[in-house]
């Protein structure tokens, strides 16, 4: 604002009309009152969100635990490959955290992917299935797609059967399975979702617990019933459409693994014929192999799989 | 370099650490039906009907109360097993009935069948429309399996790609 000079040389700062008071005081009390109501809102929200659980039958925690949000890494020099990590039944993407630093220094654009009802709560992955966690693969398989043609899967467990089922309809470089089922022996698992009427949650062994616990990781302390039925969907799907599964795969099995999961290797020499499967054996290591003892040297053959293929 | 995402809004960077998240204790809703019931309790006390005045007698809010943990019990089953609502809804309704019969028979003159005044006009319709319609329903209807589902995306997404 410049100051005007008038010829008495007295200086003269023109001023901007004055508001009238019942606009001021009507201004300041929407404030106030906007004020008011956003400290109602803070306040009484979580109290609401509790009366509304009282009423809605469908109102299920579904935000999702911090730590196990899905992630991504961008190389500082990148190779222009991707890698989609998928993790396993009641895990979270937190168990590839290590992995996934580790792939981006080498260079690769690293993804990964959090399966729907994981990370939440039970009462959420009670209520998905197969076609759920499906769904979420190929979300993050399209939106890596816009920017990256070359992509690895790597999947552990129920993840690499998630990415069987990818890999047999969209063109993958190769991929890499960890402790994944293609069929699991277990005849009264056909009855699983009907026992979920009476015993809806399963508890997880506690040596599994005290893992979990000791690696510091957000994953469920016991199984929902109903959706351990999508895990027997995913291996059949992958059975079904095994003809269609032309990619080179690396398959690490874990002899320390539970004795359905030990002998996938035979299962996959029977049903995926049409795949050319490498298969490596962690002596050492349990069906979480990512914070087993051996976790170092499949990060190695991992990076070395990635390398020659 | 971990990248987290962006906030539309304000253009600041995302710490998924700093969300702010709704996840309740298990007891949580119990506690909050058990709040609301004194509440009731309270204000049965404090009020005669008339005018208010400290009476120590229960009128109505015994009814309400259990009214208000009948629809905790009912949403909790639904909830439990949100897969099998077509069960879990006959139950309630069963339950439902069994609290209106209740009613009908703490108020006089209970001269009905079953010592039943009216609440058969509400009982009747309940079991047809509740109890043995949905099961009804579910045995009849033609119902995709979960492997239906994932078949149908699984094919519709390579005929997309192809």
Redesign the interface.
Known sequence: MTAQIETDGREKIPTPAREPLYKTSYRYLLRELHIIGDGLISGLS??L???K?????????R?????A?W????P?QPNGRAVLLCHGFAATPEIFRELAETL?NAGYYVRAIRLSGHGT?L?HL??T???DW??SV?WHYQQTKENYDNITFVGHSLGGTLGM?LA???PLQSMIAMCSPVELDIPPAKFV?EA??LV?YWPRSRRKREALDREGLSSYRASPL?AI??IF??T??VR??AD?LTLPMLYVKAVNDHKTLIVQPEKIKKYLTSTPVTFKIAENSPHSVLQGPERELIHEWILDWLETH | ????KRCPHCGKQLN????I????KWW??IL??VI?SLMLFALDLVDDGQHVNFSNRIEWSNWAILG?WL??IS?QL???????EW?MIPVSGILFSIFIAMIDRYIPPNEGFMQLDWAWYVIIPVLTFVVILPIAARIAREQPT??D???Y??EY??EE?A
């Open positions: 979580e109290s969100a509790l009366v659980r009282i009423f809605n039958p469908k109102s299920v925690d935000a999702i635990q911090p730590q949000a992630f991504h890494i961008k500082a981006a709560s009462g009670a209520q299935t197969a076609v499906f769904a190929v089922i047999t309809i969209y979702r979920s009427i809806k109903y039925g999508g969907e995913a059949q799907m079904d459409r269609h | 370099m971990m990248e987290h998924p650490d700093d969300r998240t709704y996840t309740f949580s809703t909050m039906t609301l208000l629809v905790f949403v639904i909830r439990y097993q949100p897969y099998y069960l979960h492997y589902r994932l078949e995306l699984v997404l390579a790609d």
